[in-house]
C-alpha cells in the first residue's frame, strides 16, 4: 500500500493538483488527499502548504520528493522486468525526444514496432537536450535520443550523422549558391536555434571564430522557419527538421560541412524492459523504404 501513497505524492508534485493527480491515478481526490495525510501522520511532517491558489511542496517536502520519486521509478522498473518474465505482449515503452525525430523517424518505427507487438504502448516525452539527459537519469523514461557524445554515466549506441544546414528566405541574394561561405552568417540577422546546454551550432560559430548578430533564440525549429520565410533572418537547422516542410525557404550546406550525431542514450540497456530492448532493433524503420 505504500508504493500507493507515494505515487499519490509524486503525481500531486508533478500536476500541482491532488485532483489531476488522482485522475492520472483513477482515485478520487479524497482518496489522493487522504494517502498523502497518512504519509504526513507516518513521517510526522508535512509535505504541502494548502491554499486557494493550490498546493505547494513545503522544504521538507521538496528534499524527499527526489528519494521518493526514485522509489517509484523503480517499482515501475521491477512490475516491468516481472512482465517480461510473461514475454512482451503489453506494457509501455517511454521515450525522451526532441522534435525532429519525433517528426520524421518515430511515427515509422512504431508503425512497424506495432504491427508485430499491438499490445505495446507507448509515452513520448519532448524535451530539449538538458531535459532528455535529466529524464534518463531520473528513469522517467527507458531511453531518449539525443546529440552525442552525452554524459559519461550513460550508455548510448550512434543511430545516424545529421547534416546541419543553412537556411535563408527564397529572395536571397546567396539563395542559388552550392556551398554557403562561412562569413556569410555575419551579414543578416541570426535566428539560433538552441536545444539546451549543447549547443552544435554556437559551436560552429566557436569554430570558425565568428560571432553573428543573433537577433532571435528559440529551441523551436519550425519558429525558426517561419521567421526565415518571413524575410527576419538566416539559421543554421538539422537536415532531420528540414523535410517535408511547408514554408518557402532555400536550404544550403555550408562551405565548411557541419554534423550532429544522434544516438540513443540509457541508464543500463540490460535494465531495460523486454519491450524497450526489442523496440531498439527496429531502429533502421526509422525512414520509409
Known sequence: MNIQKYMAFVKAVEYGSFTRAAQSLNYTQSGISRMINDLESEWG??????????????????????????????????LMQIEDLHDIQSGIIRIGTFSSVATHWLPNIIKIFKQDYPSIDFELLLGDYTEIESWIIEGRVDFGFLRLPTKAEMETIFVEQDRLLVVIPQDHPLANCEKFPIHELLNSPFMLLEKGAKAEISEIFERHQISPQISFTTWDDYAIMSMVENGLGISILPELILQRIPYQIVATE????????????????????????????????????
Not at 486557494?52 to 522498473?77: W, Y
Not at 544516438?263 to 543500463?268: C, K, S
Open 45 to 78: 511532517i508535512s509535505l504541502f502548504e494548502r491554499g486557494r491558489g493550490g498546493i505547494a511542496l513545503t522544504s521538507d517536502g521538496l528534499k524527499l520528493f527526489p528519494q521518493v520519486k526514485r522509489i517509484c521509478n523503480e517499482h515501475e522498473m521491477l
Open 254 to 289: 555550408l562551405e565548411v560541412p557541419a554534423y550532429r550525431t544522434i544516438g540513443i542514450a540509457m541508464r543500463e540497456q540490460n535494465a531495460l524492459s523486454l519491450a524497450a530492448k526489442r523496440f531498439l532493433e527496429y531502429l533502421s524503420y526509422r525512414k520509409k523504404k
